[in-house]
């Protein structure tokens, strides 16, 4: 082997082993703020991925930046759900459609978004993270809806609300109801405030 292609090989060598830590410290992340701990420490993130303490900061240079990737992750775990096309010509079932994949989506992010909702003040790369998801799924909503319905500024608002992962939050943690009688509140909700749709729309969760 040149000395060409043994320099081509140690580094292309440093480049797995720099993904492969970068991939166990953000999965050790995940697993930690899923279990409850929505803030882990560096030393936590570090022992559960069994990489040394610099090891982390070699990889991010703070915990923000490790929040900032844990958010991409998420992120490209729900894409499937979120990004899938929606399959009728009615818009009332392209709505229904989207309510429910929304609702599956808050229940698999539930851990992580209550964290991030948390720490979201103390970081500018949360918050804005935050923004951008409440923004994205606002137009979402829109883009289902027919025009004559997006005049009514208060039903726009009020279906916002009702569709808000704080609403979701509330439901499952302060309420305790189960993910399907969150979701029936949800749909109860919704055929009050349209009732071009009705709950024989809305499959179960």
Known sequence: MSKLETLIDKTD?????SRDSKRKIVSAMLELVREGNIAP??????????????TVFRRFKDMESLYAEMSVAISEQVAPIVNKALGHEEWWRNFAQLVERRLRVYEVIM???????????????????HLEIVHDERERLMSVLPPFLLEDRPLIEALQAVLSFDMWNQLRSDQELSAQQAADVVNRIISRLLPETSLSDFGSL
């Open 13 to 17: 060598g440093r480049r797995l082993r």
């Open 41 to 54: 420490t560096a030393e936590e993130v570090a022992q559960r991925a069994n990489v040394g303490l610099r």
């Open 111 to 129: 851990p992580y978004r209550v964290a991030a909702d948390v720490l979201k003040f103390r970081s500018d790369i949360l918050q804005t993270r």
